[in-house]
């Protein structure tokens, strides 16, 4: 607030601005200190007060409210779980209403002593903030959920704390963080992020200035990178967890790898394996992202593009009445 108030006042921010900064700042407080009056038992009594007062039914408007089913409406957090399910649609389109709804359903879940689940929102609302460059911010988040959580959000904190080391351009941080996030993860067996993590590693050894200063560096940066691609890739085709918007995420690294490593026809092969996952997802947007960022790559020929184009005419009728999302692996 007194950040705000200092602020000329020509360009004071908004009540609604001011409102959610406070909301996101009592959200990190009560993260790290979980001995507060609000939350010393996993059922609040129904006298105590809220730090969100009315902020989750303002948060949805009247007409969403009523369209609630009533078994729902009754349930304690029944406001909660719509303003998760509603913050989670809005993180494309509006990431910033996004993150307000998603902080207000935080708060909802800790008022009632659904912990994991505000932990969960929570590692969400990091990553928003790092789609916002706010890696400072985000960095908070990730470090209160890492305090007082366990388990897989362990994991999920030491992989949102990773990518705010990249944001901030600290590598050497950010593979000791991976580093550590993977560990975790095959101890507690929680395999669905072992490829995500591994190949964020790769990414993340690829940018590293060091890497990138002479010949051999950069030979030696590359040749590690390419054996972590290949391992998230092998473990994204495991038959027990095959996810294949992760492989075309994947194959996509590799095309742009072997390509800036001068192996044209080993990145052509990489982008033919890519479109041809692409079009098994069934999913339009996702074949048709991949496609632009073929183009982009210009590794293929004019031939190439064009019979990838008709395949994506094909597609089309297929998806005229489906909604999909962006391939999102974070």
Request: some cysteine.
């Amino acid at each position: 607030m007194r950040e705000c108030w200092n602020i000329n006042p020509v360009h004071r921010p908004r009540a609604d601005e001011v409102e959610q900064r406070l909301r996101e700042a009592i959200l990190l407080e009560h993260s790290q200190q979980f001995g507060g009056p609000m939350f010393d038992s996993q059922l609040p009594d129904e006298t105590r007060p809220s730090v969100i007062g009315d902020g989750m039914r303002t948060t949805v408007k009247e007409g969403e409210y009523l369209a609630l089913k009533p078994p729902l409406v009754k349930s304690h957090c029944a406001i909660a779980l719509f303003l998760e399910m509603k913050g989670r649609k809005l993180r494309e389109s509006n990431p910033n209403e996004a993150r307000t709804t998603l902080v207000a359903a935080a708060l909802g879940y800790h008022c009632h002593g659904h912990r994991d689940d505000a932990h969960t929102i929570q590692i969400q609302i990091g990553w928003i903030l790092i789609d916002q460059q706010q890696f400072q911010a985000a960095q908070a988040h990730f470090e209160a959920v890492r305090g007082v959580a366990n388990g897989d959000l362990i994991v999920a904190c030491k992989r949102g704390l990773a990518r705010t080391a990249v944001g901030f351009g600290n590598f050497d941080e950010a593979t000791m963080q991976y580093g550590s996030a993977l560990a975790l993860c095959r101890e507690g067996r929680f395999t669905d992020y072992e490829y995500m993590i591994i190949r964020e590693t790769a990414n993340a050894i690829l940018g590293h200035p060091k890497n990138q200063g002479s010949p051999e560096e950069n030979l030696r940066s590359r040749n590690m990178a390419r054996e972590l691609f290949k391992e998230a890739l092998s473990l994204s085709m495991d038959p027990e967890r095959t996810n294949l918007e992760y492989q075309v995420r994947v194959r996509c690294d590799l095309v742009q790898l072997e390509r800036d490593a001068g192996n044209k026809s080993t990145a052509q092969s990489h982008a033919l394996s890519a479109f041809r996952c692409a079009l098994k997802t069934g999913q339009q947007n996702i074949a048709e992202e991949v496609y632009n960022y073929l183009l982009d790559s210009e590794v293929l020929s004019e031939a190439q593009y064009s019979a990838f184009y008709m395949e994506l005419l094909e597609l089309r009728p297929n998806n005229a009445h489906t909604s999909h999302g962006e391939i999102d692996c974070e």
